[in-house]
């Protein structure tokens, strides 16, 4: 099968010398979700962006591919981007803030998708609005179309913001933690309703989580970031099964659980910070914090194969 | 530490230019006591009223009805700087709790200006030491909040609430985009801080493991009210209302294969400006009986914990 999206090298740069990105690549395919875990600051939003075309001034992005469909991103026009945008391509924001305009009510917001990509009236595109919401969860739409974002509680605004990525029938859909301000019934029926699309439309999911119960319900494939790179790629079977890259495992340690990670005790968490990483650093960003590291770690990383599908950037795995 | 006696808060919520108005009882009749060093773990659904009962706690919006006493008063008659040294809010949404124009050291050092007693250079130390503590290294402090990642700018955030010590935190979702291990370092922070300091925390939160880590009790808020409120491990063992088996349930586990859950609440959700009659929850009940359509249920004790439901009589 053909990726939706296929990014290779994907590299980004801040002015202030901040290296976010350093060298990824990924597919998603068809139908697949695809999660993207690893640590706060890591890089994900930033590559989420990137294939947006939506980072700011101050950041230089380079990649050997990047495609969706048979279609160049990194050769498009900045109004060609604005086009494809919010249509065939679309995303969920980490930050419903950041995305809702505070002046316009939802329903202008959610309205105005529709019409700039499908030309379609106000009324039409409220129609779909509303029916989206309802799809969500959402009850009384009516009332809800006609608030603006700080009458909405946290949640409410998150699922307005999925509803209107969902607008145009995107083809590929990257989700920045869709459901971190959802409880868990409401969660349960968005991810559904995402498997529901994938089944019905064949629609790619590209997402992003740091919860490790989404991504094993949800992933057919997981790329774990560490630093700017993917240090370990793996269907979602392998990965909670035999996890390779010492960071991988240090994560599915710190995750409570219920019943069995006594209170009134600290959590598991990996000690340390990342290093800063600048443009010309080399060898492993997890030696400092990793208990297995070896000198080996300062020099240049294999990337590495443990099993068919399952890649890792690690000296100690086998080669 | 913190008295609540039948709050309530209205919303008036507009459907239409020229429909009438519709009231959203957003906080509808809530009624606890917490103790000092105490942590309430607050769960319940989306919209269901988490956010503006802290809100309401924080003294940043006045109740409809109902009185709340922190620390035996009423926060309205403090002053900003009394008050901020007893209680600190972690917003919800990081973002559009942080000002834009300011770096990350100023908005941490910001609480300890406005008290006015501190030295600069000390300031400055206090800031950079929580930094650290929130496990943002110094090369952050510089920067504006756009530069910071979303679990970055939530820890900007929570060192802010910190940095004076005040005795009470509302934390709204404070570990919502963080990784596991991050969540972990700030849920072992606040924990330290409670040792050390005494510190009465609630807790708002959609995450149930972290809720039954960090909280002693938990009530599970539902369209307004408390539907269940008990100590951590009585909830989390021996859930009571269906609405709070239902979020048991919901919860994914890290398990791969295993399909997401439908626990047959349906998918038609309440509307906070129409509440159902008789009990609330029982359009969506899987276990509702006819009383539950017409007779209102009254918040039972039983065992040193409280359930609002017909069933549990
Ligand atoms: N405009 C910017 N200027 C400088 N550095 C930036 C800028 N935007 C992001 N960064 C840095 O790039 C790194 C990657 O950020 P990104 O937002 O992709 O992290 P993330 O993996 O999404 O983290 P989180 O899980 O906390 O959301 C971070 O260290 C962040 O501080
Ligand atoms: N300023 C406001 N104007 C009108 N309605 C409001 C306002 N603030 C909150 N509401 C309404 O009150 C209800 C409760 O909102 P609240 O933010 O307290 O929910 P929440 O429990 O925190 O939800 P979430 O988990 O989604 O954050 C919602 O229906 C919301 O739309
Ligand atoms: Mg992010
Ligand atoms: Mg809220």
Do not use: W
Request: aromatic share 4%; proline share 6%.
């Amino acid at each position: 099968m053909k990726p939706v999206l296929e990014i290779a090298n994907l590299r980004v740069g801040f002015s202030d010398g901040t290296a976010a990105v350093r060298g990824i690549s990924l597919n998603v395919l068809p139908g697949e979700t695809h999660c993207l875990v690893g640590e706060s600051g890591c890089g994900k939003s930033v590559t989420a962006l990137s294939v947006m075309s939506l980072l700011g001034r101050g950041a230089k992005r380079s990649a050997e591919v990047m495609r969706f469909h048979d279609r160049d991103l990194t050769r498009m026009s900045d109004r060609e981007m604005a086009r494809l945008r919010g249509d065939k391509m679309a995303m969920i924001f980490q930050e419903p803030m950041t995305s809702l305009n505070p002046a316009y009510t939802v329903g202008s917001q959610m309205a105005e998708v529709l019409e700039r990509h499908r030309h379609v009236s106000r009324a039409q595109g409220l129609d779909r609005a509303a029916a989206l919401l309802g799809h969500v969860g959402i009850t009384a739409p009516g009332m809800r179309l006609s608030q603006y974002p700080h009458q909405l509680s946290g949640g409410l605004r998150q699922r307005v913001m999925i509803a209107m990525a969902l607008m145009c029938e995107p083809e590929l859909l990257i989700a920045d933690e869709p459901t971190t301000a959802l409880d868990v019934t409401v969660q349960a029926q968005i991810l559904r309703l995402l498997q529901g699309l994938q089944r019905q439309l064949g629609l790619a999911l590209l997402l992003i989580t740091h919860d490790l119960g989404i991504v094993a319900r949800m992933a057919q494939r997981v790329s774990v970031m560490y630093a700017g790179q993917i240090v370990e790629s793996a269907t979602a079977e392998a990965l909670f099964a035999a996890p390779a890259h010492p960071y991988t495992q240090g994560l599915l340690n710190c995750v409570p659980i219920p019943g069995k990670t006594p209170r009134d005790q600290p959590l598991g968490s990996i000690p340390g910070v990342v290093p800063r990483i600048g443009a010309g650093f080399i060898g492993c960003a997890f030696r400092d914090r990793c208990t297995h590291a070896t000198t080996a770690c300062s020099g240049d990383i294999p990337r590495r194969s443990v099993a068919q599908h399952h890649e890792t950037l690690c000296t100690m795995a086998p080669s | 530490m913190i008295e609540v006696r039948e709050a309530v808060r209205h919303f008036a919520g507009r459907t239409g230019l020229f429909s009438a108005d519709r009231v959203v009882r957003a906080v509808d009749g809530v009624s606890f006591n917490l103790e000092s060093g105490g942590v309430l773990g607050i769960v319940g659904e989306s919209g269901c009223g988490k956010s503006t009962l802290g809100r309401m706690i924080l003294g940043l919006l006045p109740p409809s009805a109902g009185k709340i006493l922190v620390d035996g008063q009423d926060l309205g008659v403090l002053d900003r700087r009394e008050r901020a040294r007893l209680i600190q809010p972690v917003f919800q949404d990081p973002f559009s709790s942080l000002n834009p124009r300011q770096r990350v050291r100023e908005i941490v050092g910001l609480p300890l200006a406005a008290q006015g007693a501190l030295p600069a250079a000390k300031q400055r130390e206090l800031a950079m030491d929580m930094l650290a503590r929130v496990g943002l290294p110094d090369a952050m402090a510089d920067r504006f909040p756009a530069q910071l990642s979303g679990g970055q700018r939530q820890r900007v955030a929570i060192a802010r609430a910190l940095v004076l010590r005040p005795r009470i935190v509302v934390c709204d979702e404070p570990t919502s985009a963080l990784d596991v291990s991050v969540q972990a370092q700030i849920l072992n922070l606040l924990a330290d801080l409670r040792k050390e300091l005494g510190l009465t925390y609630i807790f708002i939160s959609h995450n149930l493991a972290v809720v039954e880590h960090v909280a002693t009790e938990v009530a599970v808020m539902y369209l307004g009210r408390f539907v269940e409120h008990a100590t951590a491990d009585a909830l989390f063992a021996d859930p009571r209302h269906p609405y709070t088996r239902a979020l048991l349930a919901s919860v994914l586990t890290a398990e791969p294969g295993i399909p997401i859950p439908d626990v047959g609440l349906g998918d038609t959700y309440p509307d906070p400006a129409n509440i159902p009659s008789g009990c609330r929850f029982h359009p969506r009940c899987p276990m509702a009986i006819d009383r539950c359509r017409s007779e209102t249920p009254i918040p039972r004790s039983r065992d040193g914990r409280v359930t609002e439901c017909l069933l549990e009589a």
